[in-house]
């Protein structure tokens, strides 16, 4: 195989916050989204994902501003999820400095969003953002960040999206996700086994051999994480820098800045942290020392020449 | 004037993310679709993404065809990205056959289907030096990638590619499953790339800094 692999954090942003929960539930906030971009460019990521986890409840798009300041420092691509719901939110976004955009609600509330879009802007930005809930060997879509179940199945569904002219599928098992149990191999080889387009695991990774198992039994095209980095590379910060009682909504609603709980006394502690904390490099290192082509860690080094 | 480049907006693709990858290089860019300016810059980037008959329509509607194919005329650096390096070529043949600029001879082409392999490519590849042609010294000396490590990798997203029909043209090649395809391009002052410069890292804000302040020995 001569072509790399992508590893890819996925960062989980509530207003200008990190956070992170278990199966997309209980977000903790971790620290400020900009500064875990700037490590994970520095550390040699090869893509990172921004979803806005709340845009997609509350129809707000207040990602705007994070994804500009993160483009004026980050020169890897940046894929951003949540709340987009038109061809004007799709622009907006591109204009701020996203790369690609990844659609799940909207889309399956209105599956001619998705070639709409590849029309206007081309398959390479549209990436159809899959999330599926695992019961009784089915795999049922799930939207709105984990909130809603819909009667679709995700293995059908990705399928179409492809039809549908996305370039790309964003595939999360909400099940995994956040716990640190290893990607849902299955769900992953259904899907990028057979469609044409590639295919970025997410949801489930702990471990170094999680990543070797979603390319090589899951066929994966890129492979996407975040309590595994975002633990490894927090660093103690002021709580009260994660606070935003001045901020307010249109309507006039003070910001829900995040439980800031974790950051301010260790609630729950490392211990309730149910990944290992890893590096890229590490990750990386892992992958190259299974066969697995991977991008060398630094953009100028070349250990993948 | 200050400026060093200018990037041609004839309304497509994400021209904000170039330009602010220059600016992390130092170059200060502006973005025009004003022929008069266009003309008057000392270096043009042809940008762009998506499908190459979009992209030639959205130029033509801009009035922009010939402005292009005249600053390339005047000997002043050219460098057209991605979709904007495939309008470079005579003509492609993504959705039936479509004239292109013209100013490189060759055609575009689709990425071969082969086994598993995944189109669109995304993701980062590394680039060579044509007919493996590495013996010492920087066999991209007088390049825009002066000073780039052979086998540097770079992110590409992209489906067809360009096929230069003079080899000595070819100055980089990327591998993608069955297909060995030009990544670089150059004939005289106009290089293109097939990879997002803006988007690899490193060594894509360095090629741009070549471009920007011909940094080319």
Known sequence: MNRPVRVIPRLDIKGPNLVKGIQLEGNRVLGVAEQFSDIYYAEGADELIYQDVVASLYMRNSLLDVVQRTAKQIFIPLTVAGGIRSIDDIRALLRAGADKVAINTAAVENPKLLSEAAKVFGSQCIVASIEAYGHNGKYQVWVDYGRQVVDMDAIEWAKRVVDLGVGEILLTSIDREGTGRGYDLNLIEKVAAHVSVPVIACGGAGREEDFIKAVKQGAADAVSAASVFHYNYMKPVSAHTMTFNDARLRMGEPIDSGNIEFLKDGYGGFKDIMTDRLSIPAVKQAMRNAGIAVRGTRGMDHQNG | ?217
């Open chain 2, 1 to 217: 004037m200050d400026e060093r480049v200018a990037i041609v907006d004839y309304g497509v693709g994400n021209i904000f993310n170039i330009q602010r990858a220059f600016d992390s290089a130092g170059a200060k860019t502006f973005i025009t679709g004003d022929r008069k300016k266009i003309l008057e810059a000392p270096r043009l980037l042809l940008p762009g993404v998506g499908a190459f008959e979009a992209g030639m329509r959205h130029l033509d509607e801009s009035g922009l065809t010939d402005v292009v194919r005249e600053f390339a005329r005047t000997g002043k650096p050219v460098l057209g990205i991605c979709l904007g390096m495939q309008l470079l070529m005579t003509r492609s043949h993504e959705n039936g056959v479509r004239e292109g600029l013209g100013l490189i001879g060759g055609e575009v082409l689709p990425l071969k289907i082969t086994g598993s392999l995944k189109v669109p490519q995304i993701g980062w590849n590394s680039l060579r030096a044509p007919n493996g042609a590495n013996g010492g010294g920087d066999p991209w000396r007088g390049t825009l990638l002066s000073g780039i490590d052979v086998s540097s990798e770079m992110y590409f997203i992209h489906s067809y590619y360009a096929a230069p029909e003079v080899p000595s043209e070819r100055v980089a090649m990327t591998e993608y499953g069955d297909n060995l395809f030009c990544s670089v391009v150059k004939k005289g002052n106009i290089t293109g790339c097939q990879f997002h410069p803006e988007r690899s890292s490193e060594w894509g804000l360095k090629l741009l800094k070549n471009f920007a302040f011909d940094e080319v020995n």
